[in-house]
């Protein structure tokens, strides 16, 4: 069906971590695990599996080791990490002693609003970038992959709107590190899709080819999809989303989940843009891990089918 001349996306499976984290109920290790061969079956090929936060502020990352020594180590899968400080990256570096495979990549985050940047991690911009800088110049010089995310980058749940300034100037100063790539979320889902074409295209501008640029949408006012085919248009190839679209984050008030990977690949692959992702596959881990959760999940596509 397709060819080397048609265009692909990568997506980025955050269901194990972002669309985990604010689940009420304890998720087993193995049924985390279970989750994550589900989608590995599927096509995904990165996965953000854990992240390294203190249990007590995100419970249901308590058992992130645990959860990373059971990974099926293979070699076309990359892991992913989210760390929020250097503590957290000396524990995915951790996960690599004795032998075992662990975490392949470390996903930084810096805010772009100084109050939701300390309450989710105690940082204002400004300490946000300090950190930042020093987190991914100590990963990569202990032979760990990076790449940054810029949090609540399209609003903030106490501030209102971000100033497309205050995130082109925080990107260009996370830019001089070379991370992997550079991803905006729209944390609280506020996002409409001419903002998304304009900040993205903003940032294509002043990046050029130097740093791949990643999209990470929250669908808490529906327009998560339309923003991903709109940051699509803004030249984005990376994606993130996560299964069923579950999700949100434990610091944002009313924030809901993530775009879900089963209605971002039809849209994709009906558009002609190859995902790797074997949709009826999706669909039914969808189903299997909505029996274990003991609820329907959002995705429409996968409700619809």
């Known amino acids: 069906m397709y060819t080397e001349n048609l265009q692909s996306i990568e997506i980025v499976e955050v269901g194990p971590r972002d669309g985990l984290q604010n689940e009420p109920e304890t998720i087993k290790t193995s049924a985390k695990l279970a989750l994550i061969e589900g989608m590995l079956d599927y096509g995904a090929r990165r996965l953000e599996v854990a992240s390294f936060v203190h249990p007590k502020l995100v419970p249901q990352m308590a058992d992130a080791e645990a959860v990373i020594a059971g990974l099926p180590d293979r070699p076309d899968t990359t892991y992913i990490g989210l760390v929020l400080n250097k503590r957290g990256v000396m524990r995915a570096l951790a996960t690599r002693e004795n032998g075992q495979r662990g975490i392949d990549q470390v996903g930084c985050v810096l805010v772009a609003s100084d109050t939701f940047g300390q309450k989710n991690q105690g940082q204002t911009i400004s300490e946000g970038i300090r950190e930042n800088r020093d987190m991914i110049r100590f990963a990569k010089a202990e032979g760990m992959r990076a790449q940054i995310t810029i949090s609540a980058a399209f ?31 729209d944390t609280i889902g506020v996002g409409t899709p001419a903002q998304i074409a304009d900040l993205f295209g903003k940032l294509g501008e002043l990046l050029g080819d130097k740093v791949p640029l990643r999209a990470h949408f929250h669908n808490t006012r529906g327009t998560g999809i339309a923003n991903a085919w709109a940051a699509y248009g803004a030249g984005v190839r990376i994606f993130d989303a996560s299964l069923g679209g579950l999700g949100g984050c434990p610091f ?51 409700r619809a089918a």
């Open 155 to 185: 609003g903030c749940p106490f501030e209102g709107k971000v100033k497309p300034e205050t995130v082109l100037k925080i990107a260009e100063e996370m830019a001089a590190e070379d991370p992997e790539e550079i991803a905006l979320a």
């Open 252 to 302: 944002a008030p009313k924030a809901t989940g993530n775009i879900a990977t089963e209605d971002l690949v039809y849209m994709m692959e009906n558009s002609g843009i190859y995902t790797g992702i074997d949709l009826q596959m999706a669909i039914e881990t969808n189903r299997n891990f909505a029996k274990a959760l003991g609820r329907e999940l959002p995705s429409l596509v996968a």
